[in-house]
């Protein structure tokens, strides 16, 4: 288990401003959804997390350690990150593909412990039949779910997730989701997750987060942050939200500048 707070970060590219000032706190056993249009900072605070970027301004605290003293391999045993896309980034089989999650907790060589632990990602998420196909020749879909399952073989306390629904069709959308979630309850880790479906980030996120510029434009629970009037001041479009089982379902309707 572990507690990530990150204060006050700002992230440039060259002079153009990404992130500011931005403040969250993930509480154990917590899935945080980020939302926001394109451009709104929401993969580029996700690799300042993992400090695959690194923050012009503010500090990013596990367990009131700075991540900016720890080491990659330390960070890695806490954190487990899947990018948006992962297509030809792993040129091995899909069961060795799996295998590197485990590199933060091997010594010289992988043992049966570790063996047993990729078997029973895999089964996890369904794709124990690709374990000897390589990672280049499946979907977009199944590379996806790979990506997920390598993150998972991390068994980091902080999952932080890039779009883990894209590629994916949506009986496959929901799998991934109750297996995070599961994950997220049973083993008390945490989660960050940028997404853009509104209506998935409401199903299973515990607190959304809105970015808009850069900027935390509103945070808490979905009922709350997704609002009519939110997402029309946030995205330019005007919805319907209606109540179903508790939580916000957002139907769209048109555009704001739509004259019809």
Not at 57 to 79: C, V, Y
Not at 101 to 120: A, C, F, M, T, Y
Not at 179 to 205: F, G, P, Q, T
Request: charged share 25%.
């Amino acid at each position: 288990m572990a507690n990530l707070k990150i204060k006050e970060l700002e992230f440039n590219y060259a002079s153009v401003h990404v992130l500011k000032d931005v403040c969250i706190v993930l509480s154990e056993s917590e899935m945080l959804g980020v939302v926001g249009p394109n451009g709104a900072g929401k993969s580029t605070l996700l690799r300042c997390i993992d400090r695959i970027l690194k923050p012009a301004k503010g500090s990013i605290l596990l367990d009131e350690r700075e991540l900016k003293l720890m080491s990659r391999i330390e960070i890695a045993r806490h954190m487990g990150y899947v990018p948006q896309g992962s297509a030809h980034v792993f040129p091995a089989t899909v069961f060795d593909t799996v295998l590197m999650g485990r590199r933060p907790h091997l010594r010289w060589h992988s043992n049966e412990q570790d063996i047993e632990k990729v078997e029973e990602i895999l089964k996890l998420l369904g794709i124990e039949r690709f374990a000897m196909r390589d990672f280049n020749e499946l979907s977009g879909g199944q590379q996806q779910k790979v990506a997920i399952a390598r993150a998972l073989a991390q068994e980091a306390d902080v999952l932080l997730l890039d779009e883990p629904t894209s590629n994916l069709d949506i009986k496959h959308q929901l799998e991934v989701m109750e297996i995070i979630k599961n994950l997220v309850r049973k083993k008390e880790i945490s989660a960050v997750m940028a997404i853009h479906d509104l209506n998935l980030a409401s199903r299973y996120a515990d607190r959304v987060v809105m970015m808009n510029g850069g900027e935390i434009f509103d945070a808490g629970d979905a009922a709350s942050v997704l609002t009519p009037e939110n997402i029309k001041q946030v995205y330019d479009v005007e919805v319907e939200v209606n109540n179903h089982g508790g939580r916000p379902y957002i139907v769209p309707i048109r555009s704001a500048n739509s004259s019809e």
